[in-house]
Structure formats: structure tokens, C-alpha cells
């Protein structure tokens, strides 16, 4: 899928403005996007944020830049989940100490080959592991 139709398609379902701005359903997270965001989540996020979204991947400690508690996003945004602003640090336009700068996100395009999540670009994978975030807020530690 081109990028012009993947930016109309993400417009049509009411997830990218025309601005290209980022913007969370009203409806609450989709749970079909979050279930094939989950697969990208366990697949390239794990490892640092961990298996409950807490910050306690595996690879947390050898980190230099703790991994953010993904579940209290929400929490410490006033009880609003920031969904645009979670999907620009994760597609790279809103840089994060430990995913680099806008100019290198760390996973950049791989998101769109995700095999699993039937994902046709960066946006629609970036779009899915955003609802899953939304998904985790304020889950009990396991």
C-alpha cells in the first residue's frame, strides 16, 4: 500500500487527522488492533518495557535510559490515555531519550513487515501497538 493510501485509510478509520496528527478513537481502544499490536509489542518491545508494560524487560538493567512504566501513561496524564503523543514516540516524530532521535527511530520501518499482524505500513503497525499500550494502563503487576 502506497503511503497516500495507508495516511487515507488511517483518516478514514479516524486514527491520522489531515494534519497527520495522531488522534484516539472515542470509542476507546480497538481491541482487533491491540491484539495484533500485542504481537509487535512482545516481538520488539518486551524486552526493555517487559511482558507487563512495567519497564522490567530483561534488558532493563543493562539499559542506560530506564524503560518507561507504559501502564501509568494514562495515570500521569490526568486519567487520558496520550495516545498521539504515545504513537510520535513510537514512529519517531517525538523523540524519547531511549528510542533516539525523529531523525533514527530505533525500529523504523521494521513495524511494517511484522509478519503476524498483517500490518501494510509503519503507520498501521505504529496505530495497532498504540491501542495495545492503551490496552495495558493500569494492569496489576504479574
Known amino acids: 500500500m502506497a503511503f497516500r493510501e495507508c495516511?487515507?485509510?488511517?483518516?478514514?478509520?479516524?486514527?491520522?487527522?489531515?494534519?497527520?496528527?495522531w488522534s484516539a478513537p472515542a470509542a476507546g481502544p480497538d481491541r482487533e488492533a491491540a491484539?495484533?499490536?500485542?504481537?509487535?509489542?512482545?516481538?520488539?518491545c518486551a524486552s526493555c518495557h517487559g511482558?507487563?508494560?512495567?519497564?522490567?524487560?530483561?534488558?532493563?538493567?543493562?539499559?542506560?535510559v530506564p524503560p518507561a512504566d507504559l501502564?501509568?501513561?494514562?495515570?500521569?496524564?490526568?486519567?487520558?490515555f496520550p495516545f498521539a503523543a504515545v504513537a510520535r514516540a513510537i514512529d519517531g516524530r517525538q523523540g524519547t531519550r531511549a528510542h533516539g532521535t525523529p531523525d533514527m527511530p530505533v525500529w523504523g520501518e521494521i513495524f511494517g513487515k511484522t509478519e503476524g499482524t498483517d500490518s501494510p505500513s509503519v503507520q498501521t503497525?505504529?496505530?495497532?501497538l498504540t491501542h495495545y499500550i492503551w490496552t495495558s494502563q493500569g494492569k496489576p503487576a504479574r
Open 7 to 21: 495516511l487515507a485509510s488511517l483518516m478514514g478509520a479516524g486514527l491520522l487527522a489531515a494534519s497527520g496528527a
Open 35 to 44: 491484539a495484533k499490536g500485542k504481537i509487535i509489542y512482545e516481538r520488539y
Open 51 to 64: 511482558r507487563s508494560a512495567r519497564g522490567d524487560g530483561v534488558l532493563a538493567a543493562d539499559l542506560k
Open 71 to 80: 501502564t501509568q501513561l494514562a495515570a500521569r496524564n490526568g486519567g487520558s
Open 125 to 128: 503497525a505504529v496505530g495497532r
